[in-house]
């Protein structure tokens, strides 16, 4: 329902949207409901209620819905297990049911707000949900989690849950959830340090219980999360990312997912920076558009226009760099992610130090990407750079030791790797069988605690100078003298210059002098290159940990190899090149 205030451009360009991705659902979809898991049966049956219920939509009040409806409430059903509680992945997951069930209660909400009494179908999916969060509610209070998230996820679950269908013991159980404190690290990150799960899961949930069950309090976590983000989005659309804990420090994650957080609290608060975000994002390709109107529907706020915000016709585009001006400065930093990032001359550096230490091995759930370093120029985009040695196969640089002064960050490492000299004769025994143990590399029936060790160390020392539009970075070592190689990754779509193609076609070498790497009149030149040889190979190693299991976690890209030996320091420079250079 509009109000006078109302961003009507914004609301009929989100209604578009979200009728072209119901188009294309029941175009090349609708037939496969019934192989659905529960999560994307609700998402596809939330789509159909918000156009069918939607007066600006194509869909509106659409008899052609009515059926695929019912398909996605058949198979609800059908998923909804004897604890009332959805299988799948997890098994029965209260936390996994949570994101069913919130949006359950959004689809309910929409209907309820109708301004007239819902029609027959209408009233019959009001029915058959009212019925699923019924059977869910006593595993919900009762169930467990197992990421820091899944807690808030599910008390919006229950927070709506007991708006919708008040019962005793959900207000209490949702009291002991966030009487544990929500997971927030000083610098506004939540300790998964995740965009992914920030937009996902964490933020709308606090939302949610905050508009749901009267705390206000909660958004203050959510504005310090937004106000740690506003630095890192670029002007390809994107979000920072390398930092995470989660999956998506492996990816180029967009940054569309913002939007709503952003103009929710521009809007409430009047924050200008927010405003700008979200005029910023809305230039995107909208993310979920169809939920993003059933948003907007049950939320005033995010159908508000901006403040000073500019007529649609006038917005600007995502490259636009007086946005990022108004959104972040020319430095920041996440001290708590151990990530930095500068702006100057047109390039962006940003310095990750903030690796986790892997003393549980590679598992999930923590910060392991080795890229320290990412560099851009316009559209010319480094996305990844790394340095691998060869030593006992422990993988690639990641700092231990990070520290910022200025422009400047110093990273470091010391690697230790042993061999084992006889047991002591009191360690001896005369069957040969000794503890299993695990010594960092590898484990085996050797007792290795009880051994006195030959010690190998390499000490690898990175500095980063940015400035002018430019990275210096500086690369001793001290230690063992074995090869090394600094791995450039640059994003697919330019052209490199100055360099010796290796075996691959997106593998090359800087053997001398400078290279250049261009895109669209963007240029980022790079050097100076070391000479080629038997003893210095041009390869990323991941280290044993994930060539064991035949893994890896290669950067995809255009690669570009400098190559050397771990013997005192070298210095190279990426510099951004402007247009008329």
């Known amino acids: 329902m509009q109000t006078a205030s109302a961003d009507a451009a914004f609301l009929n360009r989100v209604a578009e949207a979200a009728d072209q991705s119901v188009q294309a659902m029941l175009e090349t979809h609708d037939a496969g409901v019934a192989a659905l898991a529960h999560r994307p049966a609700m998402g ?100 467990g989690v197992h990421t820091p998230n899944h807690r808030w996820e599910l008390c919006a679950a229950l927070a709506q849950m007991d708006r919708l269908q008040p019962r005793p013991g959900i207000a209490d159980r949702i009291a002991e959830w966030l ?26 949930s606090l939302l949610t219980i905050a508009d749901s069950s009267g705390r206000p309090e909660l958004l203050d976590h959510v504005r310090r999360n937004l106000t740690a983000f506003l630095p890192w989005f670029s002007p390809d659309g994107s979000v920072e990312s390398v930092f995470s804990r989660r999956q998506d420090q492996w990816m180029t994650f967009d940054a569309a997912p913002f939007l709503h957080l952003y103009r929710r609290l521009a809007n409430q608060d009047g924050r200008q920076d927010f405003a700008a975000a979200a005029a910023w994002l809305e230039a995107l390709p909208l993310h979920e558009p169809a939920k993003l109107l059933a948003l907007s529907r049950l939320d005033p706020w995010l159908r508000e226009a901006l403040p000073g915000s500019r007529p649609a016709e006038a917005a600007p585009p995502p490259s636009d760099m007086s946005l990022h001006a108004a959104m972040a400065p020319a430095g920041a930093a996440l001290e708590s992610c151990g990530v930095y990032r500068f702006r100057d001359a047109g390039s962006v550096t940003t310095v990750f130090g903030g690796c986790d230490a892997l003393l549980p091995g590679v598992v999930s759930g923590l910060a392991t990407n080795p890229t320290f370093l990412r560099f851009a120029h316009g559209a010319a985009v480094l996305t990844d750079v790394r340095v691998s040695r060869s030593f006992f196969d422990l993988g690639p640089f990641r700092s231990q030791h990070t520290a910022a002064r200025g422009k400047a960050v110093t990273l470091s490492e010391e690697l230790e790797a042993n061999f084992y000299l006889p047991l002591p004769p009191q360690k001896r025994r005369a069957d040969g069988i000794y503890t299993l143990e695990h010594e960092g590399r590898f484990s085996a029936g050797m007792d290795f605690s009880s051994r006195p060790t030959v010690v190998h160390r390499l000490a690898t020392d990175i500095a980063v100078q940015a400035d002018g539009g430019q990275a210096v970075l500086d690369i001793s070592f001290e230690g063992a003298d074995t090869a090394f190689a600094l791995e450039l990754t640059f994003r697919p779509g330019g052209t490199l210059d100055g360099v010796i193609p290796l075996g691959g076609t997106d593998a090359f070498q800087l053997v001398e002098g400078t290279g250049r790497y261009e895109v669209g009149g963007d240029a980022i030149e790079f050097g100076p290159g070391l000479p080629a040889g038997p003893d210095t190979p041009a390869a990323y190693n991941p280290g044993e940990s994930y060539r064991y299991l035949a893994g890896t976690n290669a950067s995809g890209g255009v690669k570009v190899y400098i190559t050397g030996r771990t013997r005192g320091s070298h210095r190279f420079t990426l510099r951004g090149v402007p247009r008329s250079s």
Do not use: K
């Open 179 to 204: 009487d544990e404190g929500i997971d927030q690290l000083p610098d506004g990150m939540y300790s998964e340090r995740s965009p992914l799960y920030a937009t996902a899961v964490t933020n709308p």
């Open 44 to 143: 596809r049956l939330l789509a159909l209620v918000t156009v069918f219920t939607e007066p600006g939509s194509g869909f509106y009040g659409a008899d052609g819905l009515r059926e695929p409806m019912s398909r996605c409430l058949d198979r609800l059903e059908q998923l909804q297990g004897p604890t009332g509680l959805f299988d799948g992945t997890n098994l029965c997951s209260p936390p996994d049911s949570a994101f069913t069930l919130n949006d359950v209660c959004l689809a309910l909400g929409l209907i309820r707000e109708l301004d007239t009494p819902p029609d027959p179908v209408l009233a019959g999916v009001d029915a058959r949900l009212s019925g699923i969060v019924s059977r869910a509610t006593d595993a919900m209070v009762a169930g």
